[in-house]
Every structure is written in C-alpha cells, then in structure tokens.
Nanobody
C-alpha cells in the first residue's frame, strides 16, 4: 500500500536551516506529483510546495518564497523540502502528500519548531 514517511524535523533557531525528507513506497513514485503541506497550531493546513514527476517546482506559499525549495530523487523514491532562513512562524507539523486515482495519501508528519 501507499506509504509516505517524513523525517528531518526538529528544533532549530531562527535563521537556521533544515532539510525534510519524505520516503515513498507502494506506488510508482516517479509518475506522480508530490506536495509539502504544513499545519501550525490553531491554523488550517497550508500547501507549501509542489513538484511534478519530472521535477518542475512551484512554491505555493508566498511566505516561504526564496527560503524554501522542493526537490525529488526518483531513484530514491524521496522528496525533499530544504528550508532556509527559518522564522518562528514556520513552526508547524510538515506533511508530504500525493494524489493517486482520486485519493489523497498523507504521511504522518514531522514537527518543525523554530525557537530561540
């Protein structure tokens, strides 16, 4: 079955960087677009970034443009989110997601906390 497992979250100081990973299995990864979402406490889940099967990227959240970058390695069935110049408002649970045959599949999420 489809599985998405995020990793790489943690506690980081403002201005720091983290790279999140999402390992995919159970489907033909290279054929599907992937997304990163985030959900901060008390807020709705927000689409952060999208990558097409062939690597075309879109940063969907204006607040992270120029700081966050999405990439993928189809040989490793993994999608990444590079997060630079982190701010306290980036604190959230980060999720990867894919959409296959009319169904959304989500990972369990990884917590990112930006705090001094």
């Amino acid at each position: 079955q489809v599985q998405l497992v995020e990793s790489g979250g943690g506690l980081v100081q403002p201005g720091g960087s983290l790279r999140l990973s999402c390992a995919a299995s159970g489907f033909s990864f290279s054929y599907y677009a992937m997304n990163w979402y985030r959900q901060a406490p008390g807020k709705e889940r927000e689409l952060v970034a999208t990558i097409t099967p062939t690597g075309g990227t879109t940063i969907n959240a204006d607040s992270v443009k120029g700081r966050f970058f999405i990439s993928r390695d189809n040989a490793k069935n993994t999608v990444y989110l590079q997060m630079n110049s982190l701010k306290t408002e980036d604190t959230a649970v980060y999720y990867c997601k894919t959409y296959i045959r009319f169904t959304n599949y989500w990972g369990q999420g990884t917590q990112v906390t930006v705090s001094s």
